[in-house]
């Protein structure tokens, strides 16, 4: 039978990450299920997380570009925390044990110096509370089958978060214009793609005001020391064993990660 409560449709998305088994998508059960749907069975699913000793590090703003956006059928962005356990090292690797079905997304990654929450903020206020931003890239993972999903079936499944990795270097916004950052994913030293900061709603910047907005409607802030990852800035590329990712940024140096089985 369909599971019809947010706590029973956390705790298959628990056993699916746990497992590493794709479920069927909510939303096939239901297809009036909307974003509201997906934050409850996500905050549900961010406790179960939490209880097993886990902890929010920051959080990800998805569907920050139009392409995306159209995609899924949505004009606005989505959000989820960011989890220590989700954490992996530039330099390292990441393996394809731990995960589903992963694509890897370079981002611009701010990391707050001060404590955010809104209503009320724009750019400027981003802007003086964001220490400086770094270099990241986001595996994209997704606990549905072959990733049939929906708006409800992604803000449930913690925005398709599978991992991150962030450089070390974080540059002050003094020396860097966050809209024309431009990056190149390199897959085994062979050009992947290409992107600027300007694809993460026009300005990661604004990608941060944006979310500072949204969680201050639920009485929640940025801390200092919180990563906000602003959004992918091209499309999602699949990951194969042996592949070896490197993210460059202008300015912001590179992050590279290893794939392995």
Same mark, same amino acid.
Request: proline share 6%; hydrophobic share 50%; aromatic share 4%.
């Given at each position: 039978? &369909?599971?019809?409560?947010?706590?029973?449709?956390?705790?298959? !998305?628990?056993?699916?990450?746990?497992?590493?088994?794709?479920? /069927?998508?909510?939303?096939? /059960?239901?297809?009036? *299920?909307?974003?509201?749907?997906?934050?409850?069975? +996500?905050? +549900?699913?961010?406790?179960?997380?939490? =209880?097993?000793?886990?902890?929010?590090?920051?959080?990800?703003?998805?569907?920050?570009?139009?392409?995306?956006?159209?995609?899924?059928?949505?004009?606005? &962005?989505?959000?989820?925390?960011?989890?220590?356990?989700?954490?992996?090292?530039?330099?390292?690797?990441?393996?394809?044990?731990?995960?589903? +079905? &992963?694509?890897?997304?370079?981002?611009?990654?701010?990391?707050?110096?001060?404590?955010? +929450?809104?209503?009320?903020?724009?750019?400027?206020?981003?802007?003086?509370?964001? /220490?400086?931003?770094?270099?990241?890239?986001?595996?994209?993972?997704?606990?549905?089958?072959?990733?049939?999903?929906?708006?409800?079936?992604?803000?449930?499944?913690?925005?398709?978060?599978?991992?991150?990795?962030?450089?070390?270097?974080?540059?002050?916004?003094?020396?860097?214009?966050?809209?024309?950052?431009?990056?190149?994913?390199?897959?085994?030293?062979? !050009?992947?793609?290409?992107?600027?900061? /300007?694809?993460? !709603?026009?300005?990661?910047? *604004?990608?941060?005001?944006?979310?500072?907005?949204?969680?201050?409607?639920?009485?929640? =802030?940025?801390?200092?020391?919180? *990563?906000?990852?602003?959004?992918?800035?091209?499309?999602?590329?699949?990951?194969?064993?042996?592949?070896?990712?490197?993210?460059?940024?202008?300015?912001?140096? &590179?992050?590279?990660?290893?794939?392995?089985?």
């Amino acid at each position: 039978m &369909p599971i019809t409560d947010a706590p029973g449709k956390a705790r298959a !998305l628990y056993d699916a990450r746990r497992d590493r088994v794709p479920i /069927a998508p909510f939303t096939d /059960a239901d297809p009036t *299920l909307g974003m509201g749907d997906g934050y409850a069975v +996500q905050e +549900q699913l961010v406790d179960l997380l939490l =209880a097993d000793g886990d902890a929010i590090v920051g959080y990800k703003v998805g569907l920050t570009s139009k392409p995306m956006q159209r995609m899924i059928g949505v004009d606005s &962005p989505d959000f989820a925390p960011i989890l220590a356990s989700t954490a992996l090292v530039s330099g390292g690797s990441v393996s394809l044990s731990t995960l589903i +079905q &992963p694509k890897i997304e370079a981002e611009v990654i701010a990391v707050m110096g001060e404590r955010l +929450q809104g209503p009320g903020v724009g750019v400027t206020e981003a802007a003086r509370a964001v /220490a400086g931003v770094s270099a990241g890239v986001e595996i994209v993972d997704s606990r549905f089958e072959d990733w049939r999903i929906k708006l409800a079936d992604t803000v449930a499944d913690l925005a398709s978060n599978g991992a991150f990795a962030v450089s070390s270097r974080v540059v002050p916004l003094s020396q860097v214009d966050t809209r024309l950052v431009g990056m190149t994913l390199t897959r085994n030293g062979e !050009l992947a793609d290409t992107g600027a900061g /300007a694809a993460a !709603l026009g300005d990661p910047l *604004l990608v941060v005001a944006w979310l500072a907005n949204v969680l201050g409607e639920r009485g929640i =802030a940025l801390e200092p020391g919180h *990563l906000v990852m602003t959004g992918a800035l091209h499309a999602a590329v699949p990951m194969a064993a042996g592949d070896v990712f490197r993210a460059e940024f202008d300015r912001l140096g &590179p992050v590279t990660l290893r794939v392995v089985a």
